[in-house]
């Protein structure tokens, strides 16, 4: 390579052949495809046909009201989805504007965007590259690899060694020559990595089109099949026609969209309280389904605040009893080797850069919280002054950082690197380095050397043995009660690390996340295959992934989703980008991870807790169940309201219709809609995290509470209420009505199902107890819910012009009466429903634990029983 660099004119070629030098824009989807695609999805257009038909069928304000419910929806998920997928500009923003160059012989500054391979680039402190580079020369050139590699600690990089464009130097100087560009960089892979990791569509989604197609379907077929009848029954084709469409429209739940997406609204105004922010609404859900959590360990299961907790010498161990980083502490040992600590310190001390601070609060690491660990030692046995040297970082391949200060050199870095060039260092010192490890420090070796001569590799060698530093990095407060709760909740842990796997196993068996019959594997020997690594990792009693890269976590992700988990992931760095867009819940670190891993999460932890992703997860599995509870409440509300049409049928018409199309209506969008939401605001109970989550949102139990127990109640009571008016008034089998007489008891009927709701409502806030034992203070918005009912009902029903529109009048004292029974008969077959639930409940436990036990470690069967 020329020192002069290339000529312009070689620059300009250069350029014009491998383009500009810019992480690619990916194609974005456009803004009006998104929210054609918001407006298009299976149930939006569910309600589009029931807005259609109900136009064709002559009630345009109903079709109106339905395009608005789903206008509304589309315009909040838009809004949601538009900010929730920006990584690629993140990404593009790592790179600098202007980049140091030889061109020519001259030295200038270029715009990085046109930087070409076989371009000399200058670096120095401070700078950002621009390019992926190889350097040619540099003097201690030490490079913060972060934001790539995810790793705090930043190394040293040699002639010869390459270099990641949109990394940073912190120390030095280096000429390097650029090796790729734009497309072909470290920076490019990451983005097409993240790019090939779609989001998986959520449990929810999933459900929820199941649900849609088959409302579809039993609408259709109940429409078709009424409209039939009516044919038969001598009504007119237009008429047959307008009814068939009228029963369809009645039976979509227009309610279902605007209810499911302010109850996720709502579940993520939640979470944020707790201190994890959503950023898309589905993930409220999805961290419900959560059956595995792969967490980091640093700052998410560990304070990421070194402490030094033992320093042990050629003679004998010191124990360092301190407070975090505070400058005071009691060493316990023998005199002679605490007389050795001071030593040991200040070597370690010159090779770091770290430091703590005071502030109002108390002391805090300033740069690397290990490095400030030692300066905190440094002044717990009175080191006043701090050293300064020439330092040479520390690199992967020497796992050493050294000093050069006063003809003194300190050497400090891995135990078997110092080691290897020490002489004569003790048996019981490595046996030491064992011990600690086991028990979760980090250990790290010093030694030192006289130097008469400048900075060399040689001065590295033939050091004299100091002592070993163990640090402790202490578990987060509240993490062994959360790891225990996803115990009892069935969710299964991995702690993905880069320690040791000795160091990383340690600490996890410290706060329980590692079981007797747990799993320790090693980054670099993980089975080759997806199904092998996911039958290696899927275990119920704890995973360690010792010496982890992104790369290994985005592989652990797709594998253990094809085991059938929902998996949560978490990550900082930018290369945990694929990883939390290939798992269902990207988990970002909010107060120490990078806008590039935000950007690409679904949530982010504002303080990195891992009990902060538990508690979402109870949230979570909240937000499930008051899906259930208000699909519950609507299904309930749909029978109700079907059964009139079916009995007309049956009957040949014989028995007049006890409401119409639009009081179906009025139910649906008016009345019910209110205690819907409110349901969607039930807190979690104390119940939430025990055991698996329940996968189905519309399953056999639920489906035979709201059609058998609380749709029948209301059904035979409504139909029964409006009977015995007519009958009461001389109607008589075969007979018609006089339409003032149908009118009252058509208003009777609607007084029923309405008074019904009501008391549906309540019952439908517990699946377990009845409506006496459920604490209304708990969830006040079912009562104010339920107020507003009482209004409505009474606007339906005692406003001349509203009544007459919609079918019924105001009922007599006769039908209040009976309409009012809807209210003991829905709490009285709901709490023996939830009697005999119980005792099959128990009764189905006997038996269980009279069954012989099978092995607690089949991944198979776990899954299997997670499903169901």
Not at 188 to 194: K, Q, S, V
Not at 286 to 296: E, K, N, Q, V
Not at 553 to 570: C, E, N
Not at 748 to 754: G, N, P, V, Y
Request: glycine fraction near 10%; include cysteine; aromatic fraction near 4%.
């Amino acid at each position: 390579m020329s020192p002069a660099g290339l000529s312009d004119s070689e620059a300009e070629t250069r350029l014009a052949e491998v383009g500009p030098n810019a992480v690619p824009r990916r194609r974005r989807t456009p803004a009006w495809r998104m929210m054609l695609s918001e407006l298009t999805h299976l149930l939006a257009l569910l309600l589009w046909v029931a807005a259609g038909l109900a136009l064709i069928a002559g009630t345009p304000a109903l079709a109106v009201a339905i395009v608005a419910i789903v206008l509304l929806n589309a315009v909040f998920a838009f809004a949601q989805e538009y900010r929730a997928d920006r990584s690629t500009e993140r990404l593009r923003e790592l790179l600098p504007a202007a980049a140091h160059v030889v061109r020519g012989g001259r030295r200038i500054d270029v715009p990085v965007e046109t930087l070409v391979p076989g371009d000399l680039v200058l670096l120095t402190a401070g700078d950002r590259i621009g390019a992926d580079l190889e350097i040619i020369s540099g003097e201690n050139l030490t490079v913060d690899e972060s934001l790539v590699t995810g790793e705090s600690v930043a190394v040293r990089r040699e002639a010869g060694e390459k270099l990641s464009g949109g990394t940073f130097v912190v120390q030095g100087e280096a000429t390097a020559v650029v090796v790729a560009t734009g497309s072909r960089t470290a920076l490019a892979d990451i983005d097409r990595l993240a790019a090939s990791a779609g989001r998986p569509p959520s449990p929810m989604t999933l459900e929820l089109k199941r649900v849609v197609r088959i409302i579809a379907i039993i609408a259709g077929v109940v429409g078709v099949g009424l409209g039939g009848a009516s044919l038969l029954l001598g009504l007119g084709i237009t008429n047959a026609f307008i009814f068939a469409v009228g029963v369809a429209v009645a039976l979509v739940p227009e309610g279902l969209l605007p209810t499911v997406t302010l109850s996720l609204a709502r579940g993520a105004e939640q979470m944020a309280k707790r201190r994890a922010l959503v950023r898309r609404l589905d993930a409220v859900e999805t961290l419900g389904a959560t059956t595995f959590i792969c967490t980091d360990k640093t700052g998410t299961v560990t304070q990421n605040r070194m402490n030094v907790v033992e320093v042990v010498t050629q003679r004998g161990g010191v124990s360092v009893h301190g407070d975090g980083y505070e400058p005071v502490a009691e060493l316990a040992g023998a005199e002679d080797a605490v007389a050795l600590v001071p030593d040991v310190a200040r070597a370690a001390l010159r090779c770091v850069t770290g430091r703590v601070v005071e502030r109002s609060d108390g002391w805090h690491a300033l740069g690397d919280p290990m490095e400030a660990s030692f300066h905190s030692l440094a002044l717990r046995v009175g080191l006043e002054a701090e050293p300064e040297g020439r330092r040479t970082p520390y690199t992967a391949d020497r796992m050493v950082s050294s000093s050069l200060d006063g003809g003194t050199v300190s050497v400090l870095g891995a135990p078997e690197a110092v080691f290897s060039r020490c002489h004569g260092v003790p048996g019981e010192i490595s046996e030491a380095v064992k011990e600690l490890t086991g028990a979760g420090r980090r250990v790290l070796g010093v030694a030192t050397r006289s130097w008469s001569q400048g900075p060399s590799p040689d001065m590295e060698r033939d050091l004299e043995f100091l002592g070993l530093i163990a640090l402790e990095d202490p578990p987060r407060d509240g993490v062994r009660e959360a790891l225990a709760t996803c115990r009892e909740a069935g969710i299964r842990i991995a702690m993905i690390t880069g320690d040791h796997p000795r160091t990383g196993a340690a600490i996890a068996r410290e706060v329980g996340l590692l079981g007797p019959r747990g799993v320790v594997l090693d980054g670099r020997n993980l089975p080759g295959t997806d199904a092998a690594l996911a039958d290696a990792i899927d275990h119920d009693d704890g995973v360690v992934v010792a010496r982890a890269t992104p790369a290994d976590k985005l592989r652990i992700a797709r594998a253990l989703r094809s085991h059938g988990h929902v998996v949560a992931m978490t990550g900082d760095g930018v290369n945990d980008a694929p990883a939390l867009r290939e798992a269902d819940v990207g988990v970002a670190m909010g107060a120490s991870g990078s806008d590039v891993a935000r950007e690409a999460a679904d949530v982010v932890l504002l303080d990195d807790h891992l009990a902060t992703i538990v508690a979402a997860i109870e949230l979570g599995r909240a937000t499930f169940k008051n899906v259930r509870r208000f699909l519950t409440y609507h299904l309930t509300d749909n029978v109700a309201e079907l059964a009139p049409f079916v009995l007309w049928a049956l009957t040949g018409g014989t028995v007049p219709l006890a409401i119409g199309v639009l009081q179906v209506i009025a139910l649906d969008i008016g009345s019910d809609m209110l205690p819907a939401l409110a349901l969607g605001a039930e807190p979690p109970r104390g119940d939430a995290m025990r055991g698996r989550s329940h996968r189905s949102i519309v399953d056999r139990a639920l489906l035979l509470r709201a059609f058998l127990v609380l749709g029948a109640t209301e059904a035979v009571v409504s139909l029964g209420a409006f009977l015995v008016i007519l009958v009461t008034n001389g109607w008589r089998w075969g007979g018609t009505p006089a339409p003032a007489l149908l009118a009252v008891a058509s208003g009777t009927a609607f007084a029923a199902i309405s008074l019904g709701q009501m008391a549906t409502a309540f019952a439908c806030r517990s699946t377990v107890r009845p409506v006496w034992r459920v604490s209304p203070p708990r969830n006040p918005l079912v009562t104010y819910a339920v107020g507003a009912q009482v209004l409505l009902l009474g606007v339906f029903l005692g406003i001349p012009f509203v009544a007459s529109l919609l079918g019924g009048t105001w009922p007599s004292l006769e039908g209040w009466l009976l309409a009012a029974i809807a209210i003991p008969a829905i709490v009285l077959f709901d709490a023996l429903s939830k009697f005999v639930t119980r005792q099959r409940g128990r009764v189905s436990s006997t038996f269980r634990d009279l069954r012989p036990n099978r092995s607690a470690g089949s991944s198979r069967e776990w899954r299997n029983n997670s499903v169901s």
